[in-house]
T-cell receptor
Framework: SQTIHQWPATLVQPVGSPLSLECTVE??????LYWYRQAAGRGLQLLFY??????ISSEVPQNLSASRPQDRQFILSSKKLLLSDSGFYLC???????????FGPGTRLTVT | AQSVTQLDSQVPVFEEAPVELRCNYS??????LFWYVQYPNQGLQLLLK??????LVESINGFEAEFNKSQTSFHLRKPSVHISDTAEYFC?????????????FGQGTRLTINP
């Protein structure tokens, strides 16, 4: 069966510091991968998606970037965090003809 | 572009009462619909999905949703809720753009079950 991992689970970072969040998927190959942000009390905002290694599409202009160095690894980064980057970050995967997505446990980021 | 509207941001109900969480989507030629549940500080879990076939779909924990094409709705119902159903519920619709399948989510409905 497939599983998806995210780490760290929680993170507190000062404004201006760098960020690296990692997501890995097990039990499948060539998945579609997605990064979402969920601000407090709000819905999900799609940030990035990837259909293959090195292929990254951005949905909204922002202070963040994403990379996919390996087939089942998806990384969310920032060079300098802003207060507005605080939120709950969720990674998800889908595959092939699947329409549904499966989500990881999330990372709670607080920028202070 | 696809869009999803969840008509209620919060729904409080008493335990063992019935509940309906409303979801409307923008019309499209072919549409696939989903309900996800999110417990506090956790990721989203797929609750049920409509892809084709019977318009009534069910989950393993007693929820059901009905796809209504004429009303562009996909409301979620449960005849008798439990304390453990307290969570945030998200409705989503598929969207195909720029060579990738995506999901468009509603803003969520917070279901609170009171004893």
């Amino acid at each position: 069966s497939q599983t998806i991992h995210q780490w760290p689970a929680t993170l507190v970072q000062p404004v201006g510091s760098p960020l690296s969040l990692e997501c890995t998927v097990e039990g499948t190959s060539n998945p579609n991968l997605y990064w979402y942000r969920q601000a407090a009390g709000r819905g999900l905002q799609l940030l990035f998606y990837s259909v293959g290694i090195g292929q990254i599409s951005s949905e909204v202009p922002q202070n963040l970037s994403a990379s996919r160095p390996q087939d089942r690894q998806f990384i969310l980064s920032s060079k300098k965090l802003l207060l507005s980057d605080s939120g709950f970050y969720l990674c998800a995967w889908s595959h092939g003809q699947m329409y549904e997505q499966y989500f990881g446990p999330g990372t709670r980021l607080t920028v202070t | 572009a696809q869009s999803v509207t969840q008509l209620d941001s919060q729904v409080p109900v008493f335990e063992e009462a019935p509940v309906e969480l409303r979801c409307n989507y923008s019309s499209s030629v072919s549409v696939y619909l989903f309900w996800y549940v999110q417990y506090p500080n956790q990721g989203l879990q797929l609750l049920l999905k409509y892809l084709s076939g019977s318009t009534l779909v069910e989950s393993i924990n007693g929820f059901e949703a009905e796809f209504n094409k004429s009303q562009t709705s996909f409301h979620l119902r449960k005849p008798s809720v439990h304390i453990s159903d307290t969570a945030e519920y998200f409705c989503a619709v598929n969207s195909w753009s720029e060579g990738a399948q995506k999901l468009v989510f509603g803003q969520g409905t917070r279901l609170t079950i009171n004893p």
